[in-house]
């Protein structure tokens, strides 16, 4: 499985970003994509996540009711809509794929979960 990111950039604190994440190989298959982001000095924390069988998402409580993640299955992908973006969103962001089966059905995640990792993409929040 191949993950392509894309989307990441430079906002004001308060902006928006919308990041995509595209999965491609043959036969994907996973219980859901999401994403995780690590800041400078900080280890990869979990932000969301999505089942791919119903659509259920998952958030960090840091993230919970600004971001929002969609998925459309026709094009094996994932879209995270970042809203009220402050300083402390500031991080590489991950697109993450394959998490463990304990991780699913436990509807729980952390960042160690996930086993399918894309390139990373750069989120900066200026105040």
């Known amino acids: 499985v191949q993950l392509q990111a894309s989307g990441g950039g430079l906002v004001q604190a308060g902006g928006s970003l919308r990041l995509s994440c595209a999965a491609s190989?043959?036969?994907?298959?996973?219980?859901?994509m999401g994403w995780c982001r690590q800041a400078p000095g900080k280890e990869r924390e979990f932000a969301a996540a999505?089942?791919?069988?119903?659509?259920?998402?998952f958030y960090s409580d840091s993230v919970k009711g600004r971001f929002t993640l969609t998925m459309d299955k026709a094009k094996n992908a994932v879209y995270l809509e970042m809203n009220s973006l402050n300083p402390e969103d500031t991080a590489v962001y991950y697109c993450?794929?394959?998490?463990?089966?304990?991780?699913?059905?436990?509807?729980?995640?952390?960042?160690?979960?996930?086993?399918?990792w894309g390139q990373g993409t750069q989120v900066t929040v200026s105040s």
């Open positions: 993450a794929a394959d998490p463990t089966r304990a991780s699913y059905y436990a509807r729980k995640y952390s960042a160690r979960d996930f086993n399918s």
């Open positions: 190989g043959r036969a994907f298959a996973t219980y859901a």
């Open positions: 999505i089942s791919w069988y119903d659509g259920s998402t």
